[in-house]
């Protein structure tokens, strides 16, 4: 309402502005308007300011707009906006140049957020972290979930299943095995009927930390497979669904989707690919009516993050290694005193994974659905900044970001 409120009152100053502009051309000078003028100019700009600060103020009290860039900037150009354009450009053209601006911000803004109705969603890896949160905040807004858990019987699926309401449906789901993906669908298309899937959320993901030249074949395919492969796979079995419902893909992948940092060479590689995945089925899906959305978290603290995990995934790297002449290249203490700084350094990242479930409920349920939500501490300023950077400056950045030690080094090195 308030975003056609905007329009309208625009269309209704152009004879006002234009009458006015009338005026102004038979003055030499700005300066010479008289005082009736300045006060029928200082009408115009108030008017264009209540309204623009009612649509932002209705934002925020529906939860669509929270402090950040987009926010600041609105709150700059209604601040500021006002008194430059009055007494740097004057007259009508200052009108014209500050309502401009109010629309072009506030066509930046999140969109309103369609009703919840009877839509129905999928979300992947809903054992623990993201995507367990992820079901409990689409269950407590009404919609129908159904939350593939690589284990149902896993402590992440048992508590949805005593605490989300019947509208959760748990299901068993290995994005890497083509038997549980045909189950999966299977099972969705029984049950939405000719309403289809309104949302698939692919979140099922691993994580190793480990250089590229200590990773073996069987992690990298692992990780490229889980990330990758089976986020492809799953979609494309649901792509019938999700049309027919002209509904929304979420993937969700990572700021190390565009940024690439020392460690994390398998896990980026694979989110890399989901962007460009992404990327190419928005373009695809565009005629049919689909929404495509990227997510792009920074670090959290999740159950990847805690000490059992990462031990896990440690001696996962070492035993998998085929090479002993990488192991004695980099050693069992280089391997173990990155894990030990990871699990030191582990408890900066926030557990509050609000962003992120807020950005899946958006790419969802807005209107107007962003192609890409960085969410996160720094996520939307990292991700613009490092493209701008030439090379040696955005591998700094990534080396004073990243969480690989810096005061350790590989056996072969420390031998020399």
């Known amino acids: 309402m308030c975003s056609v409120g905007l329009y309208i009152l625009f269309l209704k100053m152009l004879p006002l502005l234009s009458a006015a502009m009338s005026f102004e051309n038979q003055s030499e000078h700005y300066e010479n308007l008289d005082e009736d003028d300045v006060i029928f100019y200082s009408v115009l700009y108030s008017v264009v300011t209540v309204i623009f600060a009612m649509a932002v103020l209705s934002k925020f009290l529906t939860n669509e707009l929270r402090m ?90 048992i508590s949805l299943h005593n605490n989300c309401s019947e509208n959760v449906h748990i299901l068993q789901l290995d994005v890497t095995n083509k038997k549980d993906i045909e189950n999966v669908v299977s099972f969705i298309t029984d049950t939405v009927g000719s309403e289809g899937l309104w949302g698939l959320v692919n979140n099922a993901g691993v994580w190793y930390f480990s250089e590229l030249e200590m990773t073996s074949d069987s992690l990298l395919r692992k990780v490229l497979e ?40 398998a896990y980026a590689i694979s989110k890399h690919a989901l ?12 005629k049919w009516g689909v929404k495509v959305s990227i ?33 004695e290249t980099y050693g069992r203490h280089y391997l173990d ?6 699990i030191k350094g582990s408890s900066r990242y926030p557990s509050d994974l609000t962003p992120v479930t807020r950005a899946i409920r958006s790419g969802l349920l807005s209107k107007r659905p962003r192609e890409r939500y960085p969410c ?12 701008l ?23 072969a090195l420390e031998q020399q």
């Not at 896990?312 to 002449?325: F, N, P, V």
């Not at 005193?337 to 990871?342: G, P, V």
């Open 68 to 157: 950040g860039f987009r926010s600041v900037l609105s709150l700059l150009v209604l601040f500021l906006g006002e008194p430059l354009c009055q007494f740097l450009i004057k007259g009508p053209g200052g009108v014209l140049t500050f309502a401009g601006c109010c629309l072009l911000i506030y066509s930046i803004l999140p969109a309103s957020h369609l009703s919840v109705g009877n839509k129905a969603v999928l979300v992947t890896g809903c054992d623990s972290g993201i995507g367990h949160a992820v079901v409990r905040k689409l269950d407590s807004i009404g919609m129908r979930v159904y939350a593939a858990c690589l284990d149902t019987n896993s402590p992440g699926a």
């Open 226 to 265: 889980t990330n990758v492969l089976g986020a492809i796979s799953l979609t494309r079995a649901l792509l019938p669904q999700i049309r027919q419902a002209k509904g929304r893909v979420i993937n969700v992948s990572s700021l190390l989707g565009r940024i690439t940092m020392e460690g994390n060479g």
């Open 275 to 286: 962007v460009a995945f992404s990327n190419t089925l928005r373009q695809e899906m565009k």
């Open 295 to 327: 997510i792009e978290p920074t670090g959290f603290h999740t159950d990847n993050m805690k000490e059992y995990n990462i031990t896990r995934r440690r001696e996962e790297i070492w035993s998998t290694l085929e090479s002993e002449e990488i192991k």
């Open 337 to 342: 005193s990155i894990y030990n700084s990871i």
């Open 376 to 387: 996160g501490s720094g996520a939307e300023f990292l991700l613009t900044l490092y493209p």
């Open 389 to 411: 950077l030439p090379v040696w400056m955005a591998d700094s950045l990534s080396a004073s970001i990243g969480i690989m030690p810096r005061d350790i080094c590989p056996a």
